[in-house]
């Protein structure tokens, strides 16, 4: 099973609407990675939250963490047609050498009605 | 500084040939990721590598997959014999210093097997 799993799957709203997105993860991590991917794209770097944070901000998105019920949510706020795009969580997973590669869910499709 | 850089975008390959992605990191990052994504689902871990080191392959098939990141020169990933199986995107991220910080993407190949 994937280490960050997405909720939902596929979300759609009204332009103008608030979008929420969930993240649950399994083992103790470092820290929290959102993206975006519009289709057939690579992956844009939103916003990584440490673990030791609880809430950040950039611009109209909102992430929160909660490490004692391992899950993490995405707040995009006033939505505009642009923001239709898959989002992924990415987590930080320690490998056997000590190093941490970043593990990601399998994403939640959000789409805008304009 | 340019951004990673793959290469080719789209690879047509028959079954039974050989297919080779390229990746080239941001200057003066030495952690390199490979990932695979097939429609309409989330990226697939596949191996993780240092300049030189194979840190973390445990999501790379054992047979006819290879990856390498050598002192000089891109990131290839290998797949040798394709077969229609591993037509997907095949993503490559770049970082500074592994999961504790964010990861740059390519725009990703896309193989197609014929």
């Known amino acids: 099973s994937q280490q960050g799993e997405e909720d939902p799957q596929a979300l759609s709203i009204q332009e103008g609407e608030n979008a929420t997105m969930n993240c649950s993860y399994k083992?103790?991590?470092?820290?929290l990675q959102w993206y975006r991917q519009n289709s057939g794209r690579g992956l844009v770097h939103l916003i990584l939250?440490?673990?030791?944070?609880r809430e950040k901000h950039s611009g109209r998105l909102r992430v929160t963490l909660d490490t004692s019920k391992k899950s993490s949510s995405l707040l995009i706020t006033a939505s505009r047609a642009a923001d239709t795009a898959s989002y992924f969580c990415?987590?930080?997973?320690?490998?056997?050498?000590?190093?941490?590669?970043?593990?990601f869910g399998t994403g939640t499709r959000l789409t805008i009605i304009p | 500084n340019a951004g990673v850089m793959q290469n080719p975008r789209h690879l047509v390959r028959r079954r039974g040939q050989e297919a080779r992605l390229r990746c080239s990191p941001m200057?003066?990052?030495?952690?390199v990721y490979w990932y695979r994504q097939l429609p309409e689902e989330g990226l697939k871990f596949m191996v993780y590598?240092?300049?030189?080191?194979?840190?973390?392959e445990s999501g790379m098939p054992k047979e006819r997959f290879s990856a390498e990141f050598p002192k000089e020169g891109p990131s290839i990933l290998r797949i040798q014999q394709v077969v229609r199986g591993d037509s997907a995107a095949y993503f490559c991220?770049?970082?500074?210093?592994?999961?504790?910080?964010?990861?740059?993407f390519g725009q990703g190949t896309r193989l197609t097997v014929v």
């Open positions: 990415a987590t930080d997973s320690e490998t056997n050498f000590g190093n941490e590669k970043l593990t």
């Open positions: 200057k003066g990052h030495s952690h």
């Open positions: 991220a770049s970082s500074l210093t592994g999961g504790r910080t964010e990861a740059f």
């Open positions: 939250i440490r673990s030791n944070e």
């Open positions: 590598l240092q300049k030189e080191n194979i840190i973390d």
């Open positions: 083992t103790s991590i470092n820290n």
